[in-house]
């Protein structure tokens, strides 16, 4: 199993922004496609969204649509996750996951990060 790093959760204000990384340790990400996940309590876990391993193909849950942006810096071994325009709702332990393809399913990934901490909240 693939070990992920996740640091970037804080708090923020509604309206806010924020960038979660998503780093490998012991690997390089080049051959895995990358999901974002999140878990509210009490929900389920989430799929956000998804990059292909080149980075050539990206893919968004509706719920956040327009105002997230996952992009990946193969070099520097690191996925990001940008979330604008952050609401209440959107707090939730995010997580990020890796296979060799996406899916919007968790089933879909083999490999899972830890997860960090997001909290919206004035």
């Known amino acids: 199993q693939l070990q992920l790093v996740e640091p970037g959760g804080g708090l923020v204000q509604p309206g806010g922004s924020l960038r979660l990384s998503c780093a490998a340790s012991g690997f390089t990400l080049d051959y895995y496609a990358i999901g974002w996940f999140r878990q509210a309590p009490g929900k389920e876990r989430e799929g956000l969204s998804c990059i292909s391993s080149s980075g050539g193909s990206t893919n968004y849950a509706s719920s956040v649509k327009g105002r997230v942006t996952t992009s990946r810096d193969n070099a520097k071994n690191t996925v990001y996750l940008q979330m604008d325009s952050l609401k209440p709702e959107d707090t939730a332990v995010y997580y990020c996951?890796?296979?060799?393809?996406?899916?919007?399913?968790?089933?879909?990934?083999?490999?899972w990060g830890q997860g960090t901490q997001v909290t919206v909240s004035s």
């Open positions: 996951a890796a296979d060799r393809y996406c899916s919007r399913y968790v089933a879909g990934f083999r490999s």
